[in-house]
């Protein structure tokens, strides 16, 4: 059989870091091992019931057999911007700063189709969500870190950018609440990102997709709530994560006219947009109740406090995270992120993400998720308390 060459986009591709993640866990599951998996971010809940029952209602509605419009139903688009106006009190027009995405993972790759060339600049978060990397890299485009450092509440220092560096620019990707570190912007940072972006022409990308989980009573802040946040970006929205809706694939991007319209012609020559049925279960998510969504972001508070608790008790080096549902702890002794966490793997069948393989400036952590119950949280105490005690 001929083995054909992929094009060089595709060879630029870096490594996909969870599809390697998964491939080590199911090797060792294979092997017969019981292994926790508190390593992957898929939300361990299923989608809520009056969601799923609008999905099957939908589906038996003829309208939905056929192709959607191009750009989505105008309903959804409807219902994403009253969810921005009830939840953030943002006022969006429906029509030109809204786009249905089919997962932001999706959207995420296209923004970088969409707007770099060759030799343009990304700045990246560093540690951040792998998934940025790989539309950068098929454009032919760099990426130049903004490391995230405790001692600066993992926010990137944009007074070390160099003055080249934001000349080349072009996209600036942010995630807060963020993954990995758990970290979450308020409202300042947020003005002095506008400011930069402003003074520089950068697009500021932010990826808000655990908007809805902030803990301690302090709800996270929408890019868009910050006044010239529209004219220089767009903030992407999953229902993955605040609906527990991460099988089906939908998602939306929000803000910026120019930005929106770009990403409406991509997708007109990739998709015809998402089964409408789909659509239709979405809009129900966002206009219903939001008691669910209240109940799943008090379970990951809870969770987090068991398990944040439990690691203080043994000695662990770890602050609790202000959002998302990820814990970033800091490896013990003189472990790498990635030895800390085959030995965890190895010696009491704990998995968990090292922090390298978000970037250089995660090593030293290792990301542990809070997607799982109480109950597992508790016996991957019990396996920590075991590494501990040197088992
Ligand atoms: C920061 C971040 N952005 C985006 C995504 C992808 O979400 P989606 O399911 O919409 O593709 C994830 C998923 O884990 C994530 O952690």
Redesign the pocket.
């Known amino acids: 059989m001929k083995s054909y060459t992929p094009s060089n986009a595709v060879q630029q591709l870096p490594e996909q870091f969870f599809a390697k993640l998964v491939n080590k866990l199911r090797t060792h599951q294979d092997k017969g091992h019981d292994v926790l998996n508190l390593g992957q ?2 939300p361990d809940q299923p989608t809520p019931d009056h969601i799923v029952k609008s999905l099957q209602e939908a589906a038996e509605k003829p309208l939905y057999h056929k192709y959607p419009p191009f750009h989505g139903f105008e309903f959804l688009k409807e219902a994403v911007a009253t969810f921005y106006k009830r939840e953030y009190d943002v006022d969006l027009d429906p029509e030109t700063e809204v786009a249905i ?1 089919p ?6 790759v296209e923004l970088s189709q969409c707007f770099l060339n060759p030799g343009d600049v990304a700045l990246m978060p560093d540690p951040g ?1 792998p ?1 940025y990397w790989s539309g950068v890299a098929m454009m032919g485009a760099t990426m130049e870190p903004m490391p995230l450092k405790r001692e600066h509440d993992f926010l990137p220092d944009y007074d070390s950018i160099s003055q080249k560096t934001w000349e080349k620019s072009k996209l600036m990707f942010l ?1 807060y609440p ?2 990995p570190t758990g970290a979450v912007a308020d409202r300042a940072f947020f003005e002095k990102t506008i400011q930069e972006a402003d003074r520089h022409d950068v697009c500021v990308i932010h ?1 808000f ?2 908007g809805a989980i902030g803990f301690d009573g302090v709800k996270p802040i929408s890019f868009l709530q910050v006044p010239g946040a529209k004219d220089v970006g767009v903030e ?1 929205y ?4 605040s609906y527990n809706m ?1 099988g089906w ?3 939306f991007a929000v803000g910026n006219r120019s930005v929106i319209e770009t990403l409406e012609k991509i997708q007109d020559h990739y998709f015809c947009s998402i089964f409408g049925a789909e659509q239709e279960a979405a809009a129900t998510a966002l206009l219903a109740s939001q008691e669910c969504v209240d109940d799943l972001r008090q379970t990951y508070e809870s969770r987090r406090d068991l398990l944040v608790g439990g690691l203080k008790d043994l000695q662990y080096e770890v602050q609790p995270c202000h959002g ?1 549902f990820f814990v970033w702890l800091k490896v013990p002794g003189s472990y790498t992120s990635e030895s800390f966490a085959d030995d965890l793997l190895e010696k009491v069948g704990l998995f968990v993400a090292p922090g390298i393989g978000f970037g250089s400036h995660g090593e030293g952590y290792v990301r542990i998720g809070l997607n799982n119950s109480e109950e597992t949280l508790k016996d991957a105490l019990r396996r920590f308390e075991d590494f501990k005690n040197g088992s």
């Not at 999953?238 to 994560?241: A, G």
Request: glycine share 12%.
């Open positions: 971010g898929n995405l997962g932001s993972k999706t959207g995420l969500y998934d995630n963020n993954n990826d997709a655990y992407i999953t229902m993955s994560k991460a694939r939908i998602a998302s």
